[in-house]
DNA sequence: GCGTAACCCTACGCACGAGTAGGTATGCTC
DNA sequence: GAGCATACCTACTCGTGCGTAGGGTTACGC
């Protein structure tokens, strides 16, 4: 007869995604590098060495945060934009998924997104994830393009889905740091400012620098 | 008569900028945490103490980095957009100077500009900057607004411009990532998707979500 | 009931890098 | 050429935090 531990047995992936939950969240408020193994286990109400067996390194374990959490925001768009629907009502659905993912997440994935952008390991993991949503966007503004008998070149078009892309990233920062702020709306702007923009585009309407 | 010692005396001032140089390019290469004081001090071709008396710590050593890339940069911009040209023309002008300076200075600026994303201490310096720029756009649009006697919320205003400013900050992640890529042409393609949805807007044309 | 695999812990080694103590050489001023 | 400020160095201290060694306990199959 021992004393009753103050801790229960899980199976692993029940205490897998405790761990995850953990680690985003000191992530998120400290900072990769000044988030420590051990707060994480502490937060996670286990011990480190069960971390590391089970999610591996600091580093891996950023990744794996990095992963779930993308793959759920990927998720969220996906559901929402249809792709047999007119490309303004998906690009429509798909900013409001985005943005509305983010405002659920403030602390979570908005915070983690920026960590990743600086310190190189985790670049190319991001680098991936923007890719798939340019070429989601591209394939969008070219499908409607292609509807109107019109075509760009695929650098034009790539660009053009970047900027809209990036301008969304801004502003999911923006909404990370404004609680107050209503996700629809942020997705409403961003629509105004991005489609009316694209949709000039799209009928043929192009900006020229002045000569000289 | 000692051995003439392999190092030259030299006033503060130039070493402080040679400092700066060196700490920008290993800052840029290796991201803050990953940056030791003793490779920027080797870089520079000086002591580690030497670093400590003339610009403090790391963070501030970082600080001042971005202090002062930030203000180039700034100048640049400013040189470029007199206020009293049209907004149309600010604005490509801007861009231009934009997209130029980080062409010229993909490993220094870019990359700085990035990591300061991320951690809390130096995200205070950075929302200064940005703040700056889009209260210039912002300032811009307004402008060009009240020039046709139309209005728009500060808020409204404020995204458009937010917008703007993370869209180009995008691409300008994109150049920095892309050596082959022309800064101009970059900025054609940004003026391309910012001024003709502004434009849209500044004309009164506004997107509208879908009813339910 | 008994072996074995899965869970879980306490306690440490150890490297790395920020920041400092204390001292030396050089040039400038009067 | 004495005095003083400035430029500069070598060689440490010391905290922090990643990752691990080694061992205990509970559940589950048979």
Redesign the interface.
Known sequence: MSTAPAFKRLPRAVREQQMLDAAVKVFSRR???AASMDEIAEDAGISKPMVYAYLGTKEELFVACLHREGTRMMQAIAGAAAPDLPAD?RL?RGLKAFFGFVGAHRDGWAVLY???????PFAGELATMRARLVEVVAGMLDHALRAEGREITAV?LE??A??????S???A??LADHPEADP?K?A??????????????LHG??????AG
Chains 1, 2 share one sequence.
């Open positions: 900072g990769f590098h009502e429509w920026r960590q990743a952008r600086g310190e190189q034009d660009v053009v970047y900027a809209l892309v990036g301008a990233e801004s502003l920062d923006w629809e942020t409403t702007r961003m629509m105004n400012v991005a489609w009316l923009g694209a949709g000039q585009l309407v192009t900006w020229r620098p002045p």
